[in-house]
């Protein structure tokens, strides 16, 4: 049972950690809705399939999260030329 609780927190650790790098990976201005992005998130979902419907999830919200700033930000600009 250790086993499993060590494996838990582990995974808990790699998932955090892959959220805060694609969130790096988005403040650096990297689409992370390209498909030729390969996000931590992913990566993490491709090695461990006992979590990746949470991994996909997590990474809809984030495209989702980072097409809302665009679209904002491309808004602000326009305004600005004028």
Same mark, same amino acid.
């Given at each position: %049972?250790? +086993?499993? !609780?060590t494996?838990s927190?582990?995974?808990?650790q @790699? ?10 990976? %988005?403040? +650096?201005? !990297?689409?992370i ?5 390969? @996000?931590?998130l ?6 461990y399939?006992e979590i ?9 919200e984030l495209v989702q ?14 305004v600005n030329e004028?």
């Amino acid at each position: %049972m250790s +086993q499993a !609780i060590t494996k838990s927190i582990n995974l808990q650790q @790699t998932l955090d950690t892959a959220i805060q790098e694609t969130q790096e990976i %988005m403040q +650096q201005g !990297i689409d992370i809705s390209d498909p030729s992005v390969v @996000t931590p998130l992913e990566s993490v979902a491709n090695q461990y399939p006992e979590i990746s419907p949470q991994c996909n999830q997590l990474l809809m919200e984030l495209v989702q999260q980072q097409m809302k700033q665009l679209s904002g930000q491309e808004s602000s600009q326009f305004v600005n030329e004028f």
